[in-house]
């Protein structure tokens, strides 16, 4: 009789068993259709992964504001997600101080910065204006927003994040975007605005679209996003509207599923061998 013993298969992208065993008429013989097994292994569990896991780049998250309004201050909930995704509101760090100790958050509907209106106008803390207001000093004294986005079951993989800016008025003012996918250590953008409000002050919205590469923004289950705000003096924002996240949610398959597709490889192999004879 014929009696599979072992077949071992390393998801992480080698093959670590010895071989495939036959025992035929009580003697071991090893068979060259092993090469043959794995390989029928290999291909099945790697259209597992991609029937699973191949998806459509899509808006992971986006954070427009539509229908907010004061009562949002500094708890702007998440507008659209995913299914699948989860995102936190965009809230300002140092939540137990007040302002202007911390920044600070207002839902504005003067005009339509984006797509739509409100927007939201971000301040900074007191420590990030003036000559502390620069790139450098909003990162330093932690004059951040943040959100955050989750999921249960799969993985993120990010392609880019969007957003349109304008300064609230004159002044020089700008903001810093930075993640936790390298623990806040690269910017992801830095930028000093350089129009005044959209149509309300006769100047432009302000289109920023940077691409987030590398591995460091493949296979996640969370990231948070970090909005440092800067200005040259108290009193002044940088106002946001259309914060977007797009990329993959990938699924990943059960391992019942990988299980499944291994057993029928060989399975067809051995019913192959049999008909030969």
Not at 128 to 133: C, H, I, L, Q, T
Not at 253 to 266: D, K, M, Q, R, Y
């Amino acid at each position: 009789m014929c009696q599979i013993v072992t077949v071992g298969c390393d998801m992480q992208g080698s093959i670590q068993g010895s071989a495939l065993l036959l025992f035929w008429n009580g003697e071991t013989k090893m068979k060259r259709h092993f090469s043959t097994a794995v390989g029928m292994t290999v291909v099945a569990i790697a259209s597992v992964f991609g029937a699973a896991s191949t998806t459509q780049a899509a808006v992971l998250a986006q954070y427009a504001f539509d229908g907010q309004t004061n009562a949002q201050n500094n708890n702007a909930p998440v507008t659209s997600t995913l299914a699948g995704v989860s995102a936190t509101n965009l809230i300002p760090n140092d939540a137990s101080l007040t302002a202007p100790a911390r920044p600070s958050s207002v839902i504005n509907s003067n005009y339509a910065l984006g797509a739509t209106a409100p927007y939201i106008s971000l301040y900074p803390n007191s420590a990030s204006v003036g000559a502390g207001g620069t790139p450098a000093a909003a990162v330093a004294n932690g004059s951040y927003h943040f959100f955050t986005l989750s999921v249960a079951s799969g993985a993120l993989d990010l392609s880019d994040i969007s957003l349109w800016a304008t300064k609230g008025g004159a002044g020089t003012r700008g903001f810093v975007l930075q993640s936790s996918a390298d623990n806040y250590t690269t910017d992801i953008l830095s930028a000093s605005v350089p129009s005044a409000n959209g149509t309300s002050a006769g100047g432009t919205a302000n289109f920023y679209n940077p691409t987030l590469s590398g591995a460091i923004y493949d296979n996640l289950t969370s990231i948070t996003f970090r909005i440092y705000v800067f200005t040259d003096n108290s009193g002044r924002s940088v106002n946001f509207d259309d914060i977007t996240v797009n990329g993959d949610l990938a699924a990943v398959p059960e391992p019942s599923s990988l299980a499944l597709a291994s057993l029928l490889a060989v399975a067809t192999l051995l019913r192959k061998r049999r008909a030969a004879l």
